[in-house]
């Protein structure tokens, strides 16, 4: 590679002298006031928005148990501020939404007039069908432009959407209904993926048994008919299909946004935690309409004509928060695409940059570590000098893959913003802003206005106090403020949200995160320290999978950790006891993947799995996971006397090194 690496790479003179904050000053004004006049600073941005009724009080909370209201008394609604809002401040002939199926025939233009014509005509179909303010709804749709129509028109309305990444198996899918109480649900009869027909339908109807004899009966399926000639069979007075509905007469291309107070509940996105149990992080209206609008003007140093392709899938929070409602609510130009980056070829994301002059690009290391190990005449192909800034999300970008992304992406002059935050943050917590501060490969640089994270040493017993760690010294990553996009709490579970992130360290929010501080204040994040393991930027607790391998007649005992993957960033290895009746052999491992992808998703397939005499435990029983990592990660050698000497039995550590899969 020509380009010659530097430790700080500073935004070139042009790209400051257009940015929306210009220097390092002006970005330290605004994050103390944001920190130590939240009212203000909060109050005067939200200034930018519709309100059917004005808030009272911008600001009411306590940090330290995750308690906290904004814009308390206020009316407002999202999809108003999407849509309407952007149509009375001129942009209604404005390119809104670019959907990019995968057939590259298949290319749609949908102005801010159209998308909110669109979206009002969804919205009465729903409320003809019975949906109500306050009803949860969940959406298994794949990324087609459908999905943020339905988003949109259920916030129209006040129906919260759950959003279930289409990969979920239908037990997948049925678990999170149970947890929401979801009785209505959107789907497709098909989509594409990589040159074969998807049939999503299978999934819904076995995930509504699931959930019929459990209790809870699905009143609803609504059906988008995104394939045509693709039969998949409808279950009278369940199912309907959404495009004949559409059709009817008597839905209008009307429908009035209800007055939502700021609290009220918009979404709930299902993340993985630590136990078996996903967590379902509950959003509120006006708090995460104010964050994600703000992070994303100003990490994207956001300009009335670009064109922002992020690349994340919509089931994740990436895509809820930078392609549908941060785009939106500043009434940018946001483009969605179907299928993978690699069909036909893997230069189709270098294809759809050229194709609509994308200017800001956010994407994942995964997804650049994969691409770069092509042929680089897939890149050189295409024309991407509409490029400005790029984007890195979802974890740890590694220096290779950095460099790489901004010589041949970005043309050495792109800053590429990383990006760090998580499920329960709404939006970014921690990432340069471009034109203010210089790029250091590989940190996320600084907190966003309103955050303030501080790094805590690991404390070894529930007397010990918070204490925080020096200056390059590693530690926990917690949170010590509020900030208007954090969640406000589990759905129906709020003490497993003050257990699950505000005791590890009392009085703050645990990320689950390592991280250390540099002398500049720049903030360098080195994975989770938790049973979370993070696939290709799925996050994937490893109790879930553990949880799933137990239930086999053949599995006495799992245990799951990470290991580092050269492409996914991490993978999972398993260790597994078989009960006396059952061999060790590669037809159990075939029965075992097979059984996680039916349960869970393919993306929760272990990539190595091994049979082991016994688990390396501690003196009271438990699994001491830290030595399985190390094994499986292949630096067994760290494994030194202190860590074996709290085990039972110390002799089977070596003879679970030596049978490691390489
Ligand atoms: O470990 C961090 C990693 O992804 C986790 C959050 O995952 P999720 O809730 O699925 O949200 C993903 C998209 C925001 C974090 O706890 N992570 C995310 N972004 C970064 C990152 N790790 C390092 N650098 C990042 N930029």
Same mark, same amino acid.
């Given at each position: ?77 999202? %999809? ?92 997948? #899918?049925? /678990? ?10 959107? @789907? ?32 609803? !399926? ?20 959404? %495009? ?19 609290? /009220?509940?918009?979404?709930? =996105? ?18 995460? =309409? ?43 130009? @946001? ?18 940059? /050229? ?7 956010? @994407? ?52 590429? !913003?990383? @990006? ?90 645990? %990320? ?59 993978? #999972?290895? !398993? ?16 029965? #075992? ?21 016994? =688990? ?11 030595? #399985? ?34």
């Amino acid at each position: 590679m020509a380009t010659e690496r530097k430790d700080m790479y500073l935004p070139e003179r042009e790209f400051v002298e257009q940015a929306n904050i210009q220097s390092r000053a002006e970005y330290e004004r605004m994050w103390k006031q944001s920190i130590e006049d939240p009212e203000t600073f909060w109050g005067y941005i939200a200034k930018d928005f519709h309100w059917f009724k004005p808030w009272v009080k911008v600001y009411r909370g306590e940090p330290e148990i995750g308690d906290n209201e904004w814009f308390i008394g206020g009316k407002t609604n999202i %999809s108003y501020n999407c849509l309407d809002a952007q149509i009375e401040k001129g942009r209604g002939d404005k390119v809104a939404l670019l959907f990019q199926g995968e057939p590259e025939a298949d290319c749609k233009r949908f102005t801010y007039k159209e998308l909110l014509k669109h979206v009002c005509r969804f919205a009465n179909v729903l409320k003809k069908n019975g949906v109500k303010k306050g009803d949860r709804i969940a959406l298994y749709l794949p990324m087609i432009w459908q999905l943020p129509v339905v988003m949109l028109a259920c916030a129209r309305i006040g129906a919260v959407h759950t959003v279930v990444f289409g990969g979920f198996s239908a037990e997948a #899918l049925a /678990d999170r209904m149970l947890a929401c109480g979801a009785k209505k649900l959107v @789907t497709t009869n098909g989509y594409w993926r990589g040159g074969k027909k998807i049939n999503a339908k299978a999934n819904v109807d076995r995930a509504c048994m699931l959930c019929a004899s459990a209790g809870l009966t699905i009143d609803d !399926v609504f059906v988008v008919d995104r394939m045509v000639d693709f039969d998949v069979p409808y279950i009278v007075y369940r199912d309907t299909s959404l %495009s004949k509905e559409l059709m009817l007469e008597e839905i209008s291309d009307f429908c009035p946004a209800e007055k939502m107070d700021a609290e /009220d509940p918009l979404f709930i =996105m299902y993340t993985s935690g630590s136990t078996g149990k996903p967590k379902g992080t509950l959003h509120t209206t006006a708090g995460y =309409m104010v964050y994600t609008y703000t992070t994303f003007k100003y990490i994207f140093d956001y300009k009335e004509e670009d064109v922002f392709f992020c690349t994340a899938d919509i089931g994740w929070i990436t895509g809820h928060s930078y392609i549908v409602y941060g785009p939106l609510l500043n009434g940018a130009t @946001t483009v969605l695409y179907e299928s993978v980056p690699t069909y036909p070829e893997p230069d189709r994301f270098w294809h759809i940059i /050229d194709k609509f002059k994308v200017t800001t690009f956010y @994407t994942a290391p995964t997804v650049i570590r994969s691409l770069m190990n092509r042929d680089i005449k897939w890149v050189e192909k295409h024309d991407l000098s509409s490029l400005r800034l790029l984007g890195s999300v979802g974890e740890p970008i590694n220096p290779e893959a950095w460099q790489w992304y901004y010589h041949y992406v970005g043309h050495d002059h792109c800053p590429i !913003v990383d @990006t760090w935050w998580q499920t329960e943050a709404g939006g970014i917590l921690i990432s340069a802003i471009p034109g203010a501060m210089g790029l250091k490969p590989g940190s996320a640089a600084l907190p966003f206005f309103g955050v303030k994270p501080v790094i805590l040493r690991a404390r070894n017993s529930g007397d010990e106090p918070a204490e925080e760690a020096e200056v390059n010294e590693k530690g926990e990553l917690c949170l010590a403020s509020n900030w208007p996009g954090i969640m406000r709490t589990l759905y129906g579970e709020p003490e497993r949200h003050i257990s699950g992130y505000y005791t590890q360290q009392p009085g703050y929010f645990f %990320s689950g995160d390592g991280a250390y501080k540099d002398e500049d204040g720049y903030f360098w994040i080195t994975g989770r320290i938790d049973d979370i393991v993070n696939i290709s930027g799925h996050r994937l607790g490893t109790a879930e999978v553990e949880k799933v391998l137990c239930s086999h007649p053949g599995v006495v005992e799992a245990a799951v950790v990470g290991y580092p993957h050269p492409v996914k960033g991490e993978d #999972l290895y !398993v260790y597994v006891v078989t009960s006396a009746e059952w061999e060790g052999n590669d037809a159990l491992r075939d029965e #075992l993947k097979n059984l996680v992808r039916q349960e869970i998703g393919p993306i929760a397939i272990p990539g190595k799995i091994q049979f082991v005499q016994e =688990m390396p435990k501690n003196r009271s029983g438990k699994i001491v996971r830290r030595i #399985l990592r190390k094994i499986a990660s292949g630096v067994g050698n760290e494994i030194d006397a202190s860590m074996l000497n709290i085990l039972a039995e110390p002799g089977i550590v070596k003879i679970i090194d030596k049978e490691r899969i390489v």
